[in-house]
């Protein structure tokens, strides 16, 4: 069984910056890759980025693409979203989500696990 708890969310002006952080239990982390999402009030989940296992190779929903970071420290079982220049429609719920089938990156039904999610305030 993994866990996932995110933290790092806040309420913060345009313009700044936060960092999300997700620590994961299990043996297996290394092995997986990992994906951040979001859901704003009334709106469908959505990807945010992603980060292969394998290669390390990481994916960027185009809305956020240039202004997010995405990357993990295996020996610490935790994923990282390093956000900048933040815009009130970044407000959501972000959650980490551990890919436990193969496919598009920013399919969450090809995700198994998921953490209790973060809340991101953006101010304008």
């Known amino acids: 069984q993994v866990q996932l708890v995110e933290s790092g969310g806040g309420l913060v002006q345009a313009g700044g910056s936060l960092r999300l952080s997700c620590a994961a239990s299990?043996?297996?982390?290394?092995?997986?890759?990992m994906g951040w999402f979001r859901q704003a009030p009334g709106k469908e989940r959505e990807f945010v980025a992603a980060?292969?296992?394998?290669?390390?190779?990481?994916y960027y929903a185009d809305s956020v693409k240039g202004r997010f970071t995405i990357s993990r420290d295996d020996a610490q079982n935790t994923v990282y979203l390093q956000m900048k220049s933040l815009k009130p429609e970044d407000t959501a719920v972000y959650y980490c989500?551990?890919?436990?089938?193969?496919?598009?990156?920013?399919?969450?039904?090809?995700?198994?696990?998921w953490g209790q999610g973060t809340q991101v305030t953006v101010s304008s």
């Open positions: 980060i292969s296992s394998s290669d390390g190779n990481t």
């Open positions: 989500a551990l890919k436990t089938y193969s496919g598009s990156y920013s399919n969450p039904r090809l995700y198994a696990y």
């Open positions: 299990g043996r297996t982390f290394s092995t997986k890759s």
